[in-house]
């Protein structure tokens, strides 16, 4: 068991076993896990590190960051910001209005409930021409080039607005 203190913590989880443990207020506070892993409560950031395969947060408004290879992250509950990073990522942000940060080669990401107040964040992608929308029924696929692709789940293309770095929602 991992408990916090007053202050900003950063604990380190290489087993599934591992419990962090924080009361409200008590910082800005993250986890670097090896493992899988879902924030405990009161815990605000989650980065996975090696083997890591899925991360999931809590009611807090979180950063989610993935590795290199094929991530699943879901944001849960909050303003939920997630970095799938390089490989083939699922992206679930959950209830609140959610961010997806998206950088040079993030490979072909999915996101599973886009939504109202949800963005697309493309500020550090480096855009070479104008982003293609394809319908494909009930989906939408974002083709950025260079092998960039992000699938929409259950959106047209209609209810999307492109701002030059981002993509919202406009239902």
Do not use: C, H
Not at 23 to 50: F, M, P, Q
Not at 60 to 78: F, P, W, Y
Not at 110 to 137: K, M, S
């Amino acid at each position: 068991m991992l408990r916090g203190e007053a202050g900003n913590d950063t604990y380190v989880v290489d087993s599934r076993a591992d419990q962090v443990i924080e009361a409200l207020g008590e910082g800005l506070d993250t986890v670097w896990a090896s493992v899988d892993y879902r924030l405990t409560a009161n815990v605000e950031n989650l980065t996975l590190t090696g083997t890591a395969y899925n991360g999931t947060g809590n009611a807090l408004g979180n950063v989610i960051r993935g590795t290199a290879g094929a991530n699943a992250l879901s944001g849960e509950a909050g303003n939920d910001t997630l970095i799938g990073g390089a490989g083939n990522d699922m992206l679930t942000g959950g209830s609140g209005a959610d961010r997806f940060v998206f950088a040079d080669g993030f490979g072909k990401d999915t996101i599973r409930d886009f939504g109202q107040g949800d963005t697309i964040d493309l500020a550090a992608y480096t855009l070479v021409g104008a982003p293609v929308l394809t319908d494909l029924g009930s989906d939408t696929l974002i083709d950025l080039g260079g092998g960039n692709t992000i699938l929409l789940r259950g959106i047209d293309p209609g209810q999307l607005n492109f701002t030059g770095d981002a993509f919202g929602f406009v239902g």
